[in-house]
Antibody
């Protein structure tokens, strides 16, 4: 069974940083690309970033480009999202998600999310 | 604004059929396959359909998907109260180099 468990969310002041983590199990981790997707309160799903199986291809939404950094550690079956220069509009539930393939393409399995609140 | 366009809500009675529309452009739906997701608040979104019309593992045949040009459709037959949820379409956008989603459609089973 595919399991994705996010952690690292919490309350941060505007301009500060947070680092999210995602622990994966139930599939061959280094065969698949991974993503972060978020949902702001009362809003729909918004893709944040994706990373290919070998970290060679990384993409970001324009809304986070230059502020967020995605990375993965295949030895630890873990995905990360370093979030810098946080803004109020980054407040959301952040989901870790698995791709259909090794390339950045689309999502099949999702975690339950970790909540990030940016507020002074 | 979401790249893909979905109506905000749809409603139907138990046992009836409902369809969800998703409209895009040549750089996303027009050139890439579409997925559909069911999302109940407080839970992980669940993949229903991938590659336009392929049901994901364990999804009953009451759920179906199709694509034509730059639009896609999700259908649910034999509606049940447990189907009440938000439904999202998603695909890859080749111009943006990004996964894109619709704004979601809220299903109410009356």
């Amino acid at each position: 069974e595919v399991q994705l468990v996010e952690s690292g969310g919490g309350l941060a002041q505007p301009g500060r940083s947070l680092r999210l983590s995602c622990a994966a199990s139930g599939f061959t981790f280094d065969d698949y690309a991974l993503h972060w997707v978020r949902q702001a309160p009362g809003k729909g799903l918004e893709w944040v970033s994706g990373i290919s199986w070998n970290s060679a291809k990384i993409d970001y939404a324009d809304s986070v480009k230059g502020r967020f950094t995605i990375s993965r550690d295949n030895a630890k079956n873990s995905l990360y999202l370093q979030m810098n220069s946080l803004r109020a509009e980054d407040t959301a539930l952040y989901y870790c998600a698995k791709d259909f393939s090794g390339d950045v393409w689309g999502v099949d399995y999702w975690g339950k999310g970790t909540l990030v609140t940016v507020s002074s | 604004q979401p790249v893909l366009t979905q109506p905000p809500s749809v409603s139907a009675a138990p046992g009836q059929k409902v369809t969800f529309s998703c409209s895009g452009s040549s750089s996303n739906i027009g050139s890439n396959s579409v997925s559909w997701y069911q999302h109940l608040p407080g839970t992980a979104p669940k993949l229903l359909i991938s590659e336009n019309n392929q049901r994901h593992s364990g999804i009953p045949d009451r759920f179906s998907g199709s694509k034509s040009g730059t639009s896609a459709t999700l259908g649910i037959t034999g509606l049940q109260t447990g189907d009440e949820a938000d439904y999202y379409c998603g695909t890859w956008d080749s111009s943006l180099s990004a996964v894109v989603f619709g704004g979601g459609t809220k299903l109410t089973v009356l």
